[in-house]
């Protein structure tokens, strides 16, 4: 049995949950998230807990458990505190901007680069160089970050470039010069 699927999912005082079948909606003080979960899993609600289990010992069923699981665990953790990822922006000159849900980017191209973000997701530009993205879906704030970071992925020689905080880039020497 799966070692994540089997553990279960504590529901914090202010998450009211509703389970139809398959549809799951998880209401919070942050938003409101839903989610239509595969065939084969069922979800368990007892007092305090959540428990995701599933129908039968098949291998579709096994595989789908602790996805399923710690999908769930995130709408619940979603919806109670939120998301956020946190970007840094290195190279002289790199800088970003937000203005309601759109972030613009001046990292070097000729062009500022501008994203509309999504509904449900903030962001905000801490000194220019620190970027937050927050929200209530872990894979949406997750995926925006991705995005972003995309923009100008950190380069391997000056190191220059957009990326996650704590994020380690191996550096390389470069040319040797002439002698």
């Known amino acids: 049995m799966s070692r994540i699927g089997k553990r279960p999912i504590p ?3 202010k998450v009211e949950i509703k ?3 398959q549809h799951i909606v ?3 003080p942050k938003g409101e998230l839903e989610r239509v979960l595969p065939t084969k899993i069922i979800v368990e609600q007892s007092e305090e807990n959540l428990l995701v289990k599933r129908e039968d010992e098949s291998r579709l069923a096994r595989q789908r458990h602790g996805l399923c699981r710690t999908l769930v665990s995130n709408m619940v953790e979603g919806v109670s505190s939120g ?3 946190r970007l840094q922006i290195q190279g002289v000159g790199y ?3 937000a203005q309601g849900s759109k972030l613009t980017l001046n990292v070097g191209y000729s062009k500022p680069v501008e994203m509309q973000m999504p509904q449900g997701i903030e962001v905000k530009v801490e000194s220019n160089t620190q970027v937050i993205v ?3 879906d872990k894979e949406i704030v997750g995926n925006i970050a991705a995005k972003i970071r995309a923009v100008r992925p950190p380069e391997p020689y ?3 470039g957009i990326r996650y905080l704590g994020e380690f880039v191996r550096r390389k020497a470069g040319k040797a ?3």
């Open 177 to 179: 010069g002439k002698k």
């Open 26 to 28: 998880v209401k919070g």
């Open 83 to 85: 998301f956020q990822k």
């Open 11 to 13: 529901i914090p005082k």
């Open 134 to 136: 927050s929200g209530i």
């Open 158 to 160: 000056k190191g220059k």
């Open 95 to 97: 800088r970003a901007q």
């Open 19 to 21: 389970i139809d079948r």
